[in-house]
Structures are given as C-alpha cells and as structure tokens.
C-alpha cells in the first residue's frame, strides 16, 4: 500500500511538497504516479516518474510550477508544488504502474494511496 501526505492549507502563490512512501514493498522497480481529484470531477493524472527516475512526464496544467522526484533509498516519491492556484485544490492520490506515459492514464495504476487535501485558498 501506498501512503501519501504533506497536504495541507496554503495560499495562493504558495508551495507544498507532497510525499508517496510504500508500506510492505519496495518503490524501487515501479513507476509512481501522482493524480488528484477536485470535488465534482473526475481523477486527473498530474505526474509520473519512471522506476529509475530517468523519465518524468507532467500534465499541461502543472507544467512548469510541479516537479516530480523520488529517493530509491527511502522509498519515496515526492511531488513538489510552487505557484499553486485555487485551480489545485483536491485530494491527491500516488499509485504505482509498470511505465511513466505522457497520458498517465489511471486505469494502468494500482496499489492506491488514501490520498492528502490539498487546498489552495486565501
């Protein structure tokens, strides 16, 4: 199982550093995913990270202010966020799949997290 956390209130224009830790089994050989759902609306892929580090991928909505990296040694995977909006706010949720996709598409994930509120308000 996958636990995420580091969520929390922040402003707008502010910064969070979300965290993916595993339970039970190594990160090391998976590629993790970062994905939030908003109230309403349907989960969304926000980033990725292959089991190496070597390849990440990012939606266009975060591109530029999110950066995704991991720490093999403490089976870790983070998800830093600067400049965030109103327009981030929800519950973001890490899961592990077998390749990092430009479409990090959901239905190729598993082994989900219980996710972290992330809220993003004045």
């Known amino acids: 199982q996958l636990v995420e956390s580091g969520g929390g209130l922040v402003q707008p224009g502010g910064s969070l550093r979300l965290s993916c830790v595993a339970s039970?089994?190594?990160?090391?050989?998976?590629?993790i995913g970062w994905f939030r759902q908003a109230p309403g609306k349907e989960r969304e892929g926000v980033s990725c990270?292959?089991?190496?580090?070597?390849?990440?991928d990012y939606a266009d909505s975060v591109k530029g202010r999110f950066t995704i990296s991991r720490d093999n040694a403490k089976n870790t995977v983070y998800l830093q966020m600067n400049s965030l909006t109103p327009e981030d706010t929800a519950v973001y949720y890490c899961?592990?799949?077998?390749?990092?996709?430009?479409?990090?598409?959901?239905?190729?994930?598993?082994?989900w997290g219980q996710g972290t509120q992330v809220t993003v308000s004045s």
């Open positions: 039970g089994f190594s990160l090391n050989y998976y590629t």
């Open positions: 990270i292959s089991s190496n580090g070597g390849r990440t």
């Open positions: 899961a592990a799949s077998t390749y990092c996709l430009s479409n990090i598409d959901q239905r190729t994930y598993y082994s």
